[in-house]
């Protein structure tokens, strides 16, 4: 079969023409009115009364969009990764219970902290790490982020990270965290190339990542089941690096990079001859178009996020603190 290496859609929304506008935002100084260009001044991302009310209306959205099984209902406040993972979720949901969630119990997040960078230019963006009803101790990393001042906040990424490995900011004396440039060659790996080296990794092994649920031990499973009786698995692993899937990094409070990176990722398998392939779930079969006969083909998005070691600091290696994949779709054939 050809095998479809493009996401299945790279960009939800074609935001070129509002990463190119100069927003600008006015202030009164002694002087008088003195414009001030959104695009060239370092400016927090948001206040934290702003970036509450951001959460506030991604949760109540959320959960429209989960106990109806809808996903035009939180559309607008999803983007990137988590929008692809979150509207396969829902489609699939809708298949199978086509009148909503039976289960359906409302996401509430507690103890929620904002860690909220000064930047300069659009896009612009801040960190919400909340415990919530679920998951049990993990906390909830959510990233948001908008193109301009009258955009509505979107998350982009959504990892859960165990509350002792969460790392410390590096904040300035007003409180703002540093957002770091993505091509910054500081880092153990540029966080920029996280990506492309993360699935390097997940094909051929090599160093630059620790040991890990992640890392090592997702590649020992993946290598277990490329072979057993009477199937076959393939393994495509890809960076989504652009858009709404572009990197974004903060500074630790000991020199080193908390980065949310994405992947995008291919699992085929194949039947010998005489036999089919394992009959899938009812959510992998709510999003499969085609007959399965002798392959199934599953794509997947994947969100992570890692701490990347300042070069010269202690081990050089990268850690894979969090992971959410999704099935995006699938094709049988």
């Known amino acids: 079969m ?8 790279l960009r939800r929304l074609d935001r070129s023409a509002l990463m190119a506008a100069s927003l600008t935002a006015l202030s009164l100084t002694a002087s008088g009115c003195v414009v001030v260009h959104g695009e060239r001044e370092v ?3 948001a206040t934290e009364a ?9 949760t109540s959205a959320y959960n429209k969009a989960d106990k109806s099984y809808d996903s035009s209902l939180d559309a607008g406040h999803v983007t990137g990764p988590l929008a692809d993972i979150d509207e396969a979720r829902l489609k699939a949901g809708h298949v ?7 289960d359906h119990s409302p996401l509430e997040f507690s103890d929620v902290e904002y860690t909220i960078p000064k930047k300069a230019g659009w896009p612009r963006w801040f960190l919400a790490d909340a415990r919530a009803d679920r998951g049990g101790d993990a906390r909830w990393l959510l990233v948001f982020t908008r193109d301009g001042l009258t955009d509505q906040w ?8 165990a509350p002792e490995k969460m790392p410390e900011f590096k904040k300035d004396q007003d409180g703002w965290a540093e957002a770091l440039p993505v091509d910054s060659a500081e880092f153990a790996v540029n966080p920029a190339e996280l990506g492309t080296r993360y699935v390097s990794y997940l094909q051929r092994g090599g160093d630059g990542f620790a040991a890990g649920t992640h890392t090592d031990v997702w590649r020992g499973e993946r290598e277990k089941d490329k072979e057993r009786p009477g199937l076959v698995t393939q393994y495509i692993d890809e960076p989504l690096s652009e858009g709404d899937y572009a990197p974004v990094a903060l500074r630790t409070a000991d020199g080193g990079a908390l980065v949310f990176f994405t992947t995008h990722h291919y699992e085929k398998q194949t039947a010998a001859a ?6 899938p779930g009812a959510d992998v079969e709510a ?7 002798q392959s199934l083909t599953m794509e ?3 969100n992570q996020v890692a701490l990347d070691p300042k070069k010269g600091a202690g081990a050089q290696e990268v850690t894979v603190l969090g992971r959410i994949q999704g099935l995006t779709s699938a094709k049988g054939e």
């Open 2 to 9: 050809s095998w479809d290496r493009g996401p299945r859609r």
């Open 43 to 45: 400016l927090p991302g």
């Open 287 to 293: 999003l499969t178009s085609g007959e399965i006969k």
């Open 154 to 161: 979107e998350v982009s990424y959504l990892t859960l990270v």
């Open 274 to 279: 005489g036999t089919s392939v394992p009959a």
């Open 300 to 302: 997947f998005v994947s």
């Open 50 to 58: 702003e970036a509450a009310e951001a959460l506030a209306d991604f």
């Open 96 to 102: 199978i219970h086509p009148g909503g969630n039976p």
